[in-house]
């Protein structure tokens, strides 16, 4: 069987490797002595260095549904001012009332052609969606634990073995997580089954209603004026829902829409914004609360399957809630406006759809089970999704540019859509800084996050948000983007007209992203979960 040696190279490419220190051999030969291992480890794949086609005029689809106006309204306002600017003031004036007196009829009849196509435009054209506020859950502080307390606290737990707790120590070392973040009391108390129904219904409560509580209370919006109701939570799903547990804590209106969305990972906070904006498309002047959040305690691994032990270590609490609206007269106060939404599913391929899977190791202990391929099945999703985006966001120079350098590949590559690394010309790789002011990408990990900074060719102020929010409330999994969010705007970075780029991705596999647009500079607020700390940030991580 003959090996391709750029398959090879290709292979060897996405390949990093790490020493890692072991620490001081306790038994055997080399008892005393230090110890160190090779980590070998798949990268990100450089996805900007391999663009389908296909991905490319899914975006380029919408520009083309547009382009009728962008094409003809310059061509007439250019031939309306020609006409106009040939005349004089006396000579338009007497033009327009002589023509108009001795043809009213048609004047008339084009006035009301005029009303009506400008009538039907605007009553046809989506309404905005405007972000009023949002608020995100900041636990007590005997929640807080650090990285030292908590493998002590597992340790005592008597759940794991020797060489699981020091794989969970070697793994958060290297995570990019401080000290200071929260994990439930079940987990940190409790020797018994932190599973329970009775203790994700506890957590789930405290949380979303900690985020609905400040959300209603800085908005001063009342829950029964709230018309749509979007709840996503991925592990924890209980009978009745956690959008019925809502309901009846703020005993919301009986005409409610609401939704509950399960067992969508990490980037169903941006589903649930989309499904939101749907609803409100279809129901106008109207409020939509989206909240987004995860029970850690509910999916805590109390085994020694090490794939199963990651999320463990990442995992934290919190949640996020967010206020939305379609109403013409919440304009002056709304913060920011929704501009794009494009999402990505690769769940019909089998190796994305099993990367993050929940189910029991040999003991029959239920966990989540993280793929070692899972960061270069995510930069797959991710070069599709961005893909979709760049034509959507990206300056037109940008676009032409990214455009005409895949076509002349293309054709080049004798028709083979898919452009790889072993083509003789790189392709042109577009400045996604050119198209937004601020950066959202869900905090994950640290290594996901050094990959996605190195492809995208961000700045570390790109990534400061997420780098912090990681440092300082772990993986939230779906609310991390508003964490980062809120981070911004305790720093007042966040400025009038700022373009905001929301970025997730998720189990399933999914990856998303959400483009906002600031309508106002935004100052610090008088509640936000940073407020206390922002002075110490950013740190070295």
Known sequence: ??????????????????????????????????????????????????????????????????????????????????????????????KLWFDARYDLATVLGFFGVFVFTLSVYFMSRPRSIYLIDFACFRPSEDLKVSKEQFIELARQSGKFDEPSLEF???????????????????????????????????????????????????????????????????????????????????????????????????????????????????????????????????????????????PNCFFRMGCSAVLLSNRRRDYPRAKYRLEHIVRTHKGADDRSFRCVYQEEDEKRLKGLKISKELVEIGGEALKTNITTLGPLVLPLSEQLLFFATLVSRHLFNNGDSHLSLSSSKRPYIPDFKLAFERFCVHAASKTVLDELQRNLELSDENMEASRMTLHRFGNTSSSSIW???????????????????????????????????????????????????????????
């Open 483 to 541: 964490y980062e969010l809120a981070y911004m705007e305790a720093q007042e970075k966040v400025k009038r007209g700022d373009r905001v780029w929301q970025l997730a991705f998720g189990s399933g596999f999914k990856c998303n992203s959400i483009v906002w647009r600031s309508m106002r500079r935004i100052r610090k607020p008088s509640r936000n979960p940073w407020l206390d700390c922002i002075e110490r940030y950013p740190v070295m991580n």
């Open 168 to 310: 969970q120590a070697r793994i958060l070392k290297s995570s990019g997580l401080g000290d200071e973040t929260y994990i439930p009391k079940s987990v940190i108390t409790s020797t018994e089954n932190t599973a329970t129904m009775k203790e994700g219904r506890a957590e789930a409560s405290m949380v979303m209603f900690g985020a609905l509580d400040e959300l209603f209370e800085k908005t001063k919006v009342r829950p029964k004026d709230v018309g749509v109701l979007v709840v996503n939570c991925s592990i924890f799903n209980p009978t009745p829902s956690l959008s019925a547990m809502i309901i009846n804590h703020y005993k919301m209106r009986g005409n409610i829409l609401s939704y509950n969305l399960g067992g969508m990972g990490c980037s169903a906070g941006i589903i649930a914004i989309d499904l939101a904006k749907d609803m409100l498309q279809a129901n106008p002047n109207n409020y939509a609360l989206v909240v987004s959040t995860e029970t850690v305690g509910y999916n805590w691994y109390p085994g020694n399957d090490r794939s199963m032990l990651v």
């Open 1 to 94: 069987m003959s090996v391709n040696p750029s398959d090879m190279a290709s292979e060897r490419d996405l390949l990093s490797t790490e020493i890692v220190n072991r620490g001081i051999e306790s038994s055997g030969p080399n008892a005393g002595s230090l110890t160190f291992s090779v980590r070998v480890r798949r990268r990100l794949p450089d996805f900007l260095q391999s663009v389908n086609l296909k991905y490319v005029k899914l975006g380029y689809h919408h520009l083309i549904n547009n382009a009728i106006y962008l094409a003809t309204i310059p061509i007439l306002v250019v031939v309306f001012s020609a006409e106009v600017g040939s005349l004089s003031r006396e000579e338009l004036w007497k």
